[in-house]
């Protein structure tokens, strides 16, 4: 097992989220400040758009055309060219908040949402995942997931992998020819409850995933079965990482997701002094 030193590529941000590797750049959302930035090798950051209602997922229709997940607004938009959005999908099967999303090769939409009120004391409770067809419809697929977060498919499209961060594991799916999830199976689970939380992760081209583990100050990457090849830890002065992505010119550098919070924090309103910090890593991603 190999851990890793990291550097930051760009700092200033409040709690952030949803990073992706897109057309040379880090993408990510700032839930603290409703706005999605794109960050260059350089450290140069832009602002793409200003999003309502706490941006978190980000993905991009087969035409290029980017959409966010507007988390408390159950709603997923479209970013305009110039940084206008507009509504593309209503959420309205989400229970309670809407969270990560992955849009795939033909523009389906995997999203996650809470399945409760975590933060007003609900009590815990399954769910699937969130379907966006490319024609608009919405519907719920795939089932008995407790909290699901971060999503990924594979890279033969043919199986999704998300986290269950209240069960402390990553489950796959089969995705069928009309994208609805069947065959739910364990693909990794931690041990320990009180550090395990699984978060937002990514995949590389060996289908190992790493998964962001916050409350542990940890990302991992885990292979089908549960071991854990690698480690990167974050940096103790922003702990919270609770996302990443696979990108650079080789796709060997991982970017994370760092944020100074807590959960208490988080709970009060997605406080957050984030950054995005990299490192290399051995298994490349897919481009």
Not at 137 to 159: Q, R, Y
Not at 198 to 227: K, L, M, S
Not at 254 to 270: C, N, Q, S
Request: aromatic fraction near 8%; include cysteine; charge should be negative.
């Amino acid at each position: 097992m190999a851990t890793a030193e990291l550097t930051t590529l760009a700092s200033g941000f409040g709690y952030v989220e949803g990073i992706r590797w897109h057309d040379g750049a880090v993408w990510f959302s700032d839930l603290t400040n409703d706005k999605v930035f794109r960050v260059t090798l350089d450290g140069a950051a832009t602002e793409v758009a200003g999003v309502p209602d706490t941006p978190i997922g980000l993905g991009w229709l087969p035409d290029g055309t980017l959409l966010v997940v507007s988390s408390a607004g159950n709603r997923v938009l479209r970013v305009a060219a110039d940084g206008s959005v507009e509504e593309y999908a209503r959420l309205d099967v989400a229970v309670h908040a809407s969270n990560d999303m992955w849009v795939d090769q033909a523009g389906r939409c995997y999203i996650s949402h809470f399945g409760y009120d975590l933060f007003g004391g609900g009590t815990p409770a399954t769910t699937g995942l969130i379907l966006v067809q490319p024609d608009g419809s919405v519907e719920l697929t795939g089932s008995d997931l407790m909290f699901p977060n971060g999503i990924a498919i594979t890279a033969d499209g043919g199986t999704l992998i998300v986290a269950e961060s209240f069960a402390f594991r990553l489950s796959a799916f089969d995705i069928g020819a009309d994208g609805r999830l069947s065959n739910k199976r364990l693909f990794a689970q931690f041990a320990n409850p009180e550090t395990d939380l699984a978060d937002g992760i990514c995949i590389d081209a060996e289908d190992g995933v790493w998964v962001g583990c916050p409350v542990a100050g940890e990302y991992r990457r885990v292979v089908a079965g549960g071991e854990v090849t690698d480690v990167v830890r974050t940096d103790p002065a922003a702990p919270f990482g609770p996302a990443c992505a696979l990108g650079g010119p080789d796709m060997r550098t991982l970017f994370l997701a760092t944020t100074r919070t807590t959960l208490a924090d988080l709970a009060g309103g997605w406080a957050g002094d984030g950054r995005i910090d990299m490192t290399q890593v051995r298994v490349p991603g897919r481009p």
